[in-house]
T-cell receptor
Framework: AQSVSQHNHHVILSEAASLELGCNYS??????LFWYVQYPGQHLQLLLK??????LVKGIKGFEAEFIKSKFSFNLRKPSVQWSDTAEYFC???????????FGTGTRLTIIP | NAGVTQTPKFQVLKTGQSMTLQCAQD?????MSWYRQDPGMGLRLIHY???????DQGEVPNGYNVSRSTTEDFPLRLLSAAPSQTSVYFC?????????????FGSGTQLSVL
């Protein structure tokens, strides 16, 4: 069965700092990869997804992620964070053709104004 | 367009009580699922369904039952609530999982079992 690791449990940054959140998965075959975000008091929503093609994908609100197959990684990046990016971020993996989406444990991001 | 609707938003139960968490979607999605969210553990899949009449177990199915009699509804039943089931429950749907489809989430049900 697939699994997802997010090693950063809580990240605290100042506004305008650069962000990189790690995500590693364990599955040997083709996968679909996702980053979801949960803003305080809200439900989860999709930030970006990768399923094929260019390994650098761009999502909403200036976020991007790079799929590195050799490292089984799908790290999330943003060049300059804003206070409004304070949220919990979840990486998720879905083996191609599989019905189950597996989430990581999440990374809580706190942006200090 | 309502999307994914979950009821109730909050519920307190006593150990041993039963209840049903309701989930309905109006997007004609084939795939529906239930997750529980616990601090430090992320979201864990309880049960899922790829269409009316078809359900399957996820990662943590024990203590929960589901049914999918219609495309729109996917209720989650707790047969005999336990304190370990205190959690936030999310229902989610997608046109079809297993491809590159994103999940649409409901707003969640916060359940406390005393």
């Amino acid at each position: 069965a697939q699994s997802v690791s997010q090693h950063n449990h809580h990240v605290i940054l100042s506004e305008a700092a650069s962000l990189e959140l790690g995500c590693n998965y364990s599955y040997g075959g083709t996968v679909n990869l996702f980053w979801y975000v949960q803003y305080p008091g809200q439900h989860l929503q999709l930030l970006l997804k990768y399923f094929s093609g260019d390994p650098l994908v761009k999502g909403i609100k200036g976020f991007e992620a790079e799929f590195i197959k050799s490292k089984f990684s799908f790290n999330l990046r943003k060049p300059s964070v804003q206070w409004s990016d304070t949220a919990e971020y979840f990486c998720a993996v879905n083996p191609f053709g599989n019905e189950k989406l597996t989430f990581g444990t999440g990374t809580r991001l706190t942006i200090i104004p | 367009n309502a999307g994914v609707t979950q009821t109730p938003k909050f519920q307190v139960l006593k150990t041993g009580q039963s209840m049903t968490l309701q989930c309905a979607q109006d997007m004609n999605h084939e795939y529906m699922s239930w997750y529980r969210q616990d601090p430090g553990m992320g979201l864990r899949l309880i049960h899922y369904s790829v269409g009316a009449g078809i359900t399957d177990q996820g990662e943590v199915p024990n203590g929960y039952n589901v049914s999918r009699s219609t495309t729109e509804d996917f209720p989650l039943r707790l047969l005999s609530a336990a304190p370990s089931q205190t959690s936030v429950y999310f229902c989610a749907s997608s046109p079809r999982q297993g491809t590159n489809e994103k999940l649409f989430f409901g707003s969640g049900t916060q359940l406390s079992v005393l």
